[in-house]
């Protein structure tokens, strides 16, 4: 069992920079795959970042790429969002989600098993 926590959202204009943080209970925090996804009002939930367990390997959706980076802190059982150049299409609910699965595609939220309440990201124009 996993229980996600995540902050830092909040308001930021257009430009500006955020970093999300999400903390894990539980002693196997590493071997979790960790992803963030995001949703705005009358949207379809969208992958935003995801990183592998021990070694740590990242995967960004096509509207992040070098702007936001993932990383992770096993010994801190903590998974971060790094978000700069932000945009107004940028807002929305930010969760992050656990999984165990490791061999499915880790942009699918059915792979994951254990999600945060969310933090809420506004970008202003």
């Known amino acids: 069992q996993v229980q996600l926590v995540e902050s830092g959202g909040g308001l930021v204009q257009a430009g500006g920079s955020l970093r999300l943080s999400c903390g894990a209970s539980?002693?196997?925090?590493?071997?979790?795959?960790m992803g963030w996804f995001r949703q705005a009002p009358g949207k379809e939930r969208e992958f935003v970042a995801a990183?592998?367990?021990?070694?740590?390997?990242?995967a960004y959706g096509d509207s992040v790429k070098g702007r936001f980076t993932i990383s992770r802190d096993n010994a801190g059982n903590t998974v971060s969002l790094q978000m700069n150049s932000l945009k107004p299409e940028d807002t929305g609910v930010y969760s992050c989600?656990?999984?165990?699965?490791?061999?499915?595609?880790?942009?699918?939220?059915?792979?994951?098993?254990?999600w945060g309440q969310g933090t809420q990201v506004t970008v202003s124009s």
């Open positions: 989600a656990a999984s165990l699965n490791i061999f499915s595609d880790v942009r699918s939220p059915t792979i994951y098993n254990y």
């Open positions: 539980g002693r196997t925090f590493s071997a979790y795959r």
């Open positions: 990183i592998t367990s021990n070694i740590g390997i990242t």
